[in-house]
């Protein structure tokens, strides 16, 4: 059903690539972020809650068709539908039906709670195509309320102490969770940085409830931000940008902060472990609830899932991506 090409997965009875990694006719995509949805395709389909975000990825000119979740179409001989992932707003899982039985492409997911985005759901399928980003067993997450709880009591930590808090996360999907789940706990309101206002407006238009923003830069320049919460993308650290902080306190939010070793050779003061990613045994009980015989494994720890599951019984491989040797795009997730 699928093949794998130079630009990425192919469909061909559908004539259709799955986020395909270099331009193609027709894109089908799981989400938004930059390791999925690459710009320069003549046409992208994707769920409804995911064109927002792709439209502001790749502008007013960029041919973005969508369909609602569950909702099948028919392209070429097959049957295609999404369904959430609960990765990231508008994030799914392609499902496809043909004459090669049903295939699941998982995208990105993740199976606890995010009030950004509608939960995943498990679709029977007899080959799974999962993501293995986080697929050790040394992963996995504690709930988000315990995590934002100790990220509120760092920032107040450092408010006493007259500290700037800045916390380094993904601009697509992170941010925005950080900022809903911090709403539930308190009520002030947070700086970004610039590169993260676009996709903050799509989450709001959206309707996803969260703090109150402004951007550090439309502060009057002088203006200590000692005890404020700043959000950034990592690619901000270490530039002439950060000086507007003033002495601060600074973190990670990744699932790869549970590695103590990872924490200290990145040098954050602080790691939040909070991920968009499915942990070891949200993986395991995923793959079971999919019923599938086949497993394919993409995305980091593929090799070590795809051999635990063989060891299981399962038929398993990996299937490796052109993000592999660039050191994981999703590293911030
Ligand atoms: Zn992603
Ligand atoms: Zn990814």
């Not at 050790?136 to 700037?164: C, F, H, K, Q």
């Not at 070891?280 to 086949?294: E, H, Q, S, V």
Request: hydrophobic share 40%.
């Amino acid at each position: 059903m699928l093949i794998e090409t130079a630009q990425g997965l192919y469909c061909p009875d559908g004539d259709f690539h799955v986020d395909p990694w270099a331009p193609v006719a027709r894109a089908v995509i799981t989400h938004a972020h930059g390791d999925h949805a690459r710009p320069g395709s003549s046409s992208y389909l994707c769920a409804d809650r995911c064109a927002p975000l792709l439209r502001r990825r790749f502008g007013s000119e960029a041919i973005i068709e969508s369909t609602p979740y569950g909702q099948g179409l028919t392209i070429g001989s097959t049957r295609v539908s999404f369904h959430p992932a609960g990765h990231i707003l508008g994030s799914a899982q392609i499902r496809i039906e043909g004459a090669q039985g049903v295939w699941v492409i998982s995208g990105d997911y993740k199976r606890a709670p995010d009030p950004t985005c509608e939960p995943f759901e498990p679709v029977r399928c007899d080959t799974f195509i999962t993501e293995s980003t986080f697929g050790l067993p040394i992963y996995r997450w504690d709930p988000a309320d315990v995590v934002i709880a100790d990220m509120l009591s760092w920032w107040d930590a450092n408010r006493e102490r007259g500290l700037t808090s800045i916390v380094f996360c993904y601009t697509i999907g992170k941010a925005q969770r950080l900022l809903d789940e911090l709403a539930r706990v308190a009520d002030r309101p947070v700086l970004v940085h610039g590169m993260m206002v676009p996709m903050i407006e799509v989450y709001r238009s959206a309707g996803v409830r969260m703090l109150d923003t402004h951007t550090v830069i439309d502060r009057p320049r002088g203006t200590s931000l000692a005890g404020e919460l700043v959000l950034a993308p990592p690619s901000a650290r270490g530039t002439p940008w950060m000086r507007r902080l003033g002495d601060l306190s600074d973190a990670l939010t990744s699932g790869l902060m549970r590695v103590r070793g990872v924490r200290r050779q990145r040098a954050y003061d602080r790691g939040f472990v909070i991920s968009d990613h499915a942990d070891w045994p949200a993986l395991l009980d995923t793959i079971t609830a999919t019923g599938a015989g086949r497993i394919v494994a993409t995305h980091g720890h593929a090799e070590p899932l795809a051999r635990f599951l063989r060891e299981q019984g399962l038929e398993s491989r990996v299937m490796r991506t052109a993000w592999e040797d660039e050191g994981g795009a999703d590293d911030y997730e």
